[in-house]
Structures are given as structure tokens and as C-alpha cells.
């Protein structure tokens, strides 16, 4: 079974400032799909970002880029001039290739300060 | 529709009480999901229908919940004799294909509270 895990439960940036959220998974696939959700209080999730573990060169979406390490099965998510609109939930998520299911990590809580 | 839009959006009932979530995904989409969010389990996986195809029900938690899809477009998700339990958001997500692709992306509705009280 796949394992996602975000470490950080919350985090604070200061406006305009970089912040890395990060999160580690654990799979024997080959085939994968990673992804960053944002939940603001709306309760809809977002899709920010999207990986395919096949290609080598990093996402990058505006502000938001990861950092995909695939032999540390790593995926960090980089939020570049933050802004207030960025506060929310971030979850990271993982999905088998041949697969529909996404399994999600418990979330990081990202507040941007004024 | 322009996005997925699910009702109700709050919901409070009494333990023992059956209730009905809805899900009207994006017009034209073939893959409906439901998961649940709640504060102990994080976001789980309940139920994947595609097209006509027999559903993935193996997220189910209990026997008391079912899910239907109509027509290949509307889905209901039933909960029966509802436990304090069962307190979640119930997401409702929609994509073009139960698979990843380019381009395939799984779009979420705002999902509906049920406090089972």
C-alpha cells in the first residue's frame, strides 16, 4: 500500500516571502502521479501542482514549483512571493499509474501574515 | 456544469437518521469519486463509478453506506441509521477519465458537513 507523509502540520510565511512544504511517500510502483491540493476555507480542493514520476524535470506552476526527488521519494512543494490568497490546507497525494484512487498525506496548515 | 456542485452543504442529523448527499459532477465527465474528510482519518477514498462500468465500492466503511450514480451524471450517497462516527466532509470529485492523463484533472466539489449529533 502507498504511504504519504507531510511532516509539517502548519507553517507561517511572511507575505512575499518563499516557503517549501514537504512531503515524502513510500510505493514499490514505478508508475506514479504526484499532486498538491489546496483546500482554503472554502472546503473545495484545488489542484495546484501535478508530477508524473517518469519525467525528470520539475512542475512549475506560476509561483508554485516542487522539487521531485524520486529516488528519496521526495516531493516538496515551493511557494515563491507568497501572498495572503495562498493561505490554506496543502495536501500532497499520490496516484498509481495503472490507478484512479488518490492517497492524500494529513496536510500542512499554511498561514501567509501581512 | 461549471464545476462540481454537491447539496447540501451543511447538514445536521440525529444518530439513527439516514441521510442523502448529492453530486452533480462536471457536464461531460465520465469518472465520479467520493472520499471522506474527517478530523482522525485524514481524506479516504469511498467510492469510483466510470461510465457504465460495475462501481468501486472497496472504500466503503461499513454496509451502511451506498452510493448511486443515475444516467452516468447525478450520484447520491446514502448513509443509513448515520453514527456519531460518520461526522465528515463528504467530497464529491469529478474528471473527464477514471485514469491519469494529460489534461486529466480530478476536480472536487466543495463537499457537504454532515455533523451526526
Known amino acids: 500500500a502507498q504511504t504519504v507523509t507531510q511532516s509539517q502540520p502548519e507553517m507561517s510565511v511572511q507575505e512575499a516571502e518563499t516557503v517549501t512544504l514537504s512531503c515524502t511517500y513510500d510505493?514499490?510502483?514505478?508508475?506514479?502521479?504526484l499532486f498538491w491540493y489546496k483546500q482554503p476555507p472554502s472546503r473545495q480542493m484545488i489542484l495546484v501542482i501535478r508530477?508524473?514520476?517518469?519525467?525528470?524535470q520539475n512542475a512549475t506552476e506560476n509561483r508554485f514549483s516542487v522539487n521531485f526527488q524520486k529516488a528519496a521519494k521526495s516531493f516538496s512543494l515551493k511557494i515563491s512571493d507568497s501572498q495572503l490568497g495562498d493561505t490554506a490546507m496543502y495536501f500532497c497525494?499520490?496516484?498509481?499509474?495503472?490507478?484512479?484512487?488518490?492517497?492524500f498525506g494529513k496536510g500542512t496548515l499554511l498561514t501567509v501574515n501581512p | 456544469g461549471a464545476g462540481v456542485s454537491q447539496s447540501p452543504s451543511n447538514k445536521v442529523t440525529e444518530k439513527g437518521k439516514d441521510v442523502e448527499l448529492r453530486c452533480d459532477p462536471i457536464?461531460?465527465?465520465?469518472?465520479l469519486y467520493w472520499y471522506r474528510q474527517s478530523l482522525g482519518q485524514g481524506l479516504e477514498f469511498l467510492i469510483y463509478?466510470?461510465?457504465?462500468?460495475?462501481?468501486?465500492k472497496s472504500g466503503l466503511p461499513s454496509d451502511r453506506f451506498s452510493a448511486e450514480r443515475t444516467g452516468g451524471s447525478v450520484s447520491t450517497l446514502t448513509i443509513q441509521r448515520t453514527q456519531q462516527e460518520d461526522s465528515a466532509v463528504y467530497l464529491c470529485?469529478?474528471?473527464?477519465?477514471?485514469?491519469?492523463?494529460?489534461?486529466?484533472?480530478?476536480?472536487f466539489g466543495e463537499g457537504s458537513w454532515l455533523t451526526v449529533v
Open positions: 470529485a469529478s474528471s473527464l477519465v477514471g485514469r491519469p492523463a494529460p489534461g486529466n484533472t480530478i476536480y
Open positions: 510505493t514499490s510502483e514505478s508508475n506514479y502521479y
Open positions: 508530477q508524473e514520476a517518469y519525467k525528470q
Open positions: 497525494a499520490f496516484m498509481r499509474g495503472s490507478n484512479y484512487k488518490l492517497t
Open positions: 457536464s461531460g465527465h465520465t469518472a
Open positions: 463509478f466510470q461510465g457504465n462500468s460495475a462501481p468501486d
